[in-house]
T-cell receptor, first 113, second 116 residues
């Protein structure tokens, strides 16, 4: 079992819709979770971090964390063509005590006009 | 404008040659990660350092890869000898960990390596 699982997509949504991206992780005691966006040919860019159960909102982005179910999601409201990118979730497992940062394979999002 | 700086941005080399990639982390950050990204494998963690000490390099092929942090402003990743299967984009990222809690990691622009 991979440590981080994401649907590779592509997830296609119309402009203005809500895009919902999901991620499950394997380490039950992880405390730090992140969403990155990566445009083609560019480096990953941090867009959200979340540390506690529940929702965290930042502009059009909302991250949701459920530690009991071991999943984290990202909602993008009012999706724009400029949101078309690959979205990577990442977490820092506490196993080993070293807090390394592990990434999922990413979900490709396509927002069409 | 704080950013992670990687050099070179692109590198084409012949099989068997040594390749050195450099990373300057954001000033004040105490954690440095090296990742390799390919279409097939995604982002793979190769090694990471905290306060310049190597914590985990289990993701690296030990026989040919080495990672060091000679000082707080420079991290290096070396491949010797390089092979065509090493062709990938190599990213460095830095972050600040305080009291065991992770804060965000920020990526450099990457080194695109092609081994022919």
């Amino acid at each position: 079992q991979k440590e981080v699982e994401q649907n590779s997509g592509p997830l296609s949504v119309p402009e203005g819709a809500i895009a919902s991206l999901n991620c499950t992780y394997s380490d039950r005691v992880s405390q730090s979770f992140f969403w990155y966006r990566q445009y083609s040919g560019k480096s990953p860019e941090l867009i959200m971090s979340i540390y506690s159960n529940g929702d965290k909102e930042d502009g059009r982005f909302t991250a949701q964390l459920n530690k009991a179910s071991q999943y984290v999601s990202l909602l993008i409201r009012d999706s724009q063509p400029s949101d078309s990118a690959t979205y990577l979730c990442a977490f820092a497992p506490l196993s080993g005590g070293y807090n390394k940062l592990i990434f999922g394979a990413g979900t490709r999002l396509a927002v069409h006009p | 404008d704080a950013r992670v700086t990687q050099t070179p941005r692109h590198k084409v080399t012949e099989m068997g040659q040594e390749v050195t990639m450099r990373c300057q982390p954001i000033l004040g950050h105490n954690t440095v990660f090296w990742y390799r990204q390919t279409m097939m494998q995604g982002l793979e963690l190769l090694a990471y350092f905290r306060n310049r000490a190597p914590l985990d390099d289990s993701g690296m092929p030990k026989d040919r890869f080495s990672a060091e942090m000679p000082d707080a402003t420079l991290a290096t990743l070396k491949i010797q000898p390089s092979e065509p299967r090493d062709s990938a984009v190599y990213f460095c990222a830095s972050g600040l960990v305080v009291a065991g809690w992770d804060t965000e990691a920020f990526f450099g622009q990457g080194t695109r390596l092609t081994v022919v």
